[in-house]
């Protein structure tokens, strides 16, 4: 089993800066993709920046040059890094990745979700 465990979310003002981390742990073989999506009230779930297989990122246009993704091998772990925030970020954000726990066997995963209010 993989657990995905994110932190860092909070309340901060419009221009303010958050950082997500989200770590992965349990039996893992091998991360194949991992990123951030994020969901706000009445809206569809929606991709934020992602490792994809093959290690390039993809964002979503609202946040590029806002926005930097980053990641720790050793630990399991991908950070966001959000600058410059503005109220339409506000959201769940959830950490999503596909692992395999062996060669054979290869899952998606999701957190549980973090909030990020952007608010004077």
């Known amino acids: 089993q993989v657990h995905l465990v994110e932190s860092g979310g909070g309340l901060v003002q419009p221009g303010g800066s958050l950082r997500l981390s989200c770590a992965a742990s349990?039996?893992?073989?091998?991360?194949?993709?991992m990123g951030w999506y994020r969901q706000a009230p009445g809206k569809e779930r929606e991709l934020v920046a992602a490792?994809?297989?093959?290690?390039?990122?993809n964002y979503a246009d609202s946040v590029k040059g806002r926005f930097t993704i980053s990641r720790d091998n050793a630990k399991n772990t991908v950070y966001l890094q959000m600058n410059s925030l503005k109220p339409e970020d506000t959201a769940v954000y959830y950490c999503?990745?596909?692992?395999?726990?062996?060669?054979?066997?290869?899952?998606?995963?999701w957190g549980q979700g973090t909030q990020v209010t952007v608010s004077e």
């Open positions: 490792f994809t297989f093959g290690g390039t990122i």
């Open positions: 349990g039996s893992i073989f091998s991360i194949i993709t």
């Open positions: 999503n990745a596909n692992i395999r726990s062996n060669y054979f066997t290869l899952r998606e995963y």
